[in-house]
């Protein structure tokens, strides 16, 4: 069974939330509502770094419509494999976007009968917005990975899919024997939109996304090609990624100007252990 992980903490002074009519309050009189989609917002003004941080609605909107097509399952497909060679338990998603590969996650989970408690954040009140309209087995919070809302040591498996991992918090987060999975770019990933886009495509170092204090428990390499058929696919990819805001005017004219194309889907799916 799908449930909500509800053992929240306070951003404010890390003091247990307890929920009561729609609205989360900590023992200190600090209060957040829920809002009619579902979430809550954790991320006080005051820890933001922009008026509206994360992904914008475009961008959200356009890699909805782009993954609804089913272009990643397969490595949505990859990723509920790796999760559950083990039990879930509570589950967190830091970085959730608009939550494609949490429901993945979920319903493979489900249809398994394996039992976990689902949390997701996503800095993006855009993308945990979209997300919590869609799938109510979940805590969706508006929050950060560098001051994640939950106890110490209270998360059994961590997914940090095209995100940005804060060691320390991800460390204090994890339980003992807590699982850190990761997706990342693999070399190839994406290399022919970026050949249409940039003027040179410069290799990237295949580091590995964390220090060599978190130890390697696995490590899969996922690629496969994916037919984009039309402009509007095209222009979507490019629109839910940071390569639309990296690429100069004339590399997205040339992507703009395309009617099909095939890419290649590369990354790293990699499990650790703090």
Known sequence: MIRPFFHLCCPLDGADLTLNDKTWRCEHGHSFDMAKQGYVNLLPVQKKR???????????????????EGFYAPLAEALAAAVLTQPVGALLDAGCGEGYYLRHVLDAANARDVACKAAALDISKWA???????????????????????PDHSIDTLLCVFGFPVESEFSRVLSADGRLIMVDPAPSHLHELKQVIYDEVKEKPSNLPVSDTWTLI?????????????REVIHDLLAMTPHLYRASSAG?????????????VDVWLRVFQA
């Open 128 to 150: 945990v917005q979209a997300a919590a309209k869609r799938d109510p087995r979940v805590s969706w919070l508006v929050a950060s990975n560098s001051s994640i809302p939950v």
């Open 50 to 68: 922009s008026k509206d941080p994360g992904d914008s609605k475009a961008m959200v909107q356009a890699r909805a419509r782009f993954l609804a």
């Open 252 to 264: 997205r004219a040339r992507a703009e100007a395309l009617t099909s194309l095939t890419v290649t």
């Open 218 to 230: 696995s490590e899969e390499r996922v690629t496969f090609g994916v037919e984009l058929p039309s």
